[in-house]
């Protein structure tokens, strides 16, 4: 019986353990230097996108990108490659050149893998989308978290609208 209750608490523990060093914790940053005058930025987006999720890994929001950073994705973006079988990822929907949206939060994920800054965003044309709050990640130039210096949306993807 001491057998059995000590296989029990072992397995707690490294049940314990396993669940500690996957975990993700999340902070919103947004009143934070340098990032109090991202919330609220629009772009438009300069090159049509997918609306994607991982299978192996659950994020937040539906994130977006072509293949140009997520090498999985088909090559070209179409619409008929909505809910396709891809390996690895579910294509949700498309963005397309000319689509509006705006910077709402910026969100900093840390776990063993790292500290990442991701900009959560809003379409535009929100009515009328099916997934219309986006997690930018897979956009970002994040070169300058190095420096301390917040991450940018790449230029390739997406513009600002307006005034700066």
Known sequence: MKWLLALVVAALLLAFVHFERQSVKTTYVNG????????????????????????????SWPLFASQVTVPELPADVKDSNVGADVPDIRILDVLHVGDLFRIVSVRRDESRAGTFITFEVLLA????????????????????????????????????????
């Open 125 to 164: 044309d929100e009515s009328s989308r099916k997934y219309p709050r986006l997690d930018a990640y897979w956009i970002m130039d994040h070169s300058p978290e190095k420096n301390g210096a917040a991450p940018e949306i790449m230029t390739a993807y997406a513009v600002p609208r307006g005034r700066e």
């Open 32 to 59: 934070l230097t340098p990032y109090t005058n991202l919330p609220g930025r629009e772009f438009i987006l300069e090159r049509d996108c997918y609306i994607f999720k991982f299978k192996a890994r659950d994020s």
